[in-house]
């Protein structure tokens, strides 16, 4: 089996959900698990760090076999010196055994499904695009977003298949989707772009990626990751809106959809119980932000996320 999950920041927390029995208990040395982008297990600008050498023998001890594209956040210069080599079609670092980097641009055959792999992404934290110069060759790297070269390597790969595949596996979203879920406030680049292209151009089941921090259903076919482990072709489970166990807490700012428009405000109001009108579910009343004025019993189901 193949599964799929969001971005696990090095030995930061977020590696910790793949410590969970559910992942450890169900995943066998049969299956491969894909990351979508911002290992951050190659770190260090000079070596392997005691910390990353700790959680890189434990991803190594698991019974799977774990696969990553790229994102934003790794030592591009320390992974481009990890063994290259031919693997299902394309080309990987090998970064031990079980842990390999599916390099930008190939369509993998793994399963017998496709599986068309295109890392990279702008970074909005850190470097040049936010004035960050000192991060230069310390916390950010030029080659966090492809070069011409790994461009005309997707293009000929997609070409060489039809332009159909199963499965594609980025870090982040097309420009159009990207701006939905970052609120127009991430940068968008020549890869956003050229992954826009892809949307019609691109005949395929399932799209995933990661970068944003959040589990979301972007459409019918695109999946963003962070904490969820999906088996790969499923969907995120429709989350259960329940009377009585409102999700979100007064004082969260967070984004929704209000007359057609998505907006931004904060939740001033929490009606656990709503009201027979909104349908079974808790509502919200919502100040907008930079307004005076507020929506009123906004449905859960219509808060987008956590802003």
């Given at each position: 089996m193949i599964y799929v999950t969001g971005d696990i920041h090095g030995y930061s927390g977020d590696i910790k959900k793949l410590t969970a029995k559910n992942v450890t208990s169900k995943l066998t040395k049969n299956d491969y698990l894909i990351i979508c982008g911002d290992f951050g297990l190659i770190w260090d600008t000079k070596h392997e760090t005691m910390k990353e050498k700790m959680w890189i023998k434990w991803l190594q001890d698991q019974a799977w076999t774990t696969l990553f594209v790229d994102g934003n956040h790794e030592c591009f210069p320390r992974l481009y010196t990890y063994p290259?080599?031919?693997?299902?079609?394309?080309?990987?670092?090998e970064i031990r055994s079980k842990i390999l980097h599916l390099e930008r641009g190939y369509v993998f055959e793994l399963e017998g499904k496709k599986i068309f792999t295109l890392g990279g992404a702008t970074s909005h934290d850190r470097g040049p695009a936010t004035g960050d110069m000192a991060s230069v060759g310390k916390y950010w790297w030029p080659e966090e977003l492809p070069n011409a070269e790994e461009?005309?390597?997707?293009?000929a790969s997609l070409d060489a298949c039809g332009?159909?595949?199963d499965y594609i596996i980025t870090h982040c979203l097309p420009t159009k989707l990207q701006d939905i879920i970052s609120n127009n406030e991430y940068f968008n680049d020549a890869l956003t772009d050229y992954l826009q292209g892809l949307v019609d151009t691109v005949?395929?089941?399932h799209w995933y990626c990661g970068h944003y921090h959040v589990d979301r259903s972007m459409t019918d076919k695109i999946t963003v990751l962070f904490n969820s482990?999906?088996?790969?072709?499923?969907?995120?489970?429709?989350?259960?809106r329940e009377l009585g166990v409102p999700i979100y807490k007064k004082g969260k700012t967070v984004r929704f959809m209000y007359n057609g428009s998505e907006e931004k405000g904060q939740i001033v109001r929490v009606m656990p119980w709503g009201?027979?009108?909104k349908k079974g579910e808790p509502c919200y009343n919502i100040q907008f932000l930079n307004s005076a004025k507020q929506a009123l019993m906004v449905?859960?189901?219509d808060i987008i996320d956590v802003a």
């Open positions: 290259e080599k031919d693997w299902k079609g394309g080309k990987v670092h461009f005309a390597r997707a293009t332009r159909k595949v005949e395929y089941d482990v999906l088996e790969i072709g499923s969907k995120l489970q429709e989350v259960t009201n027979p009108a449905k859960e189901s």
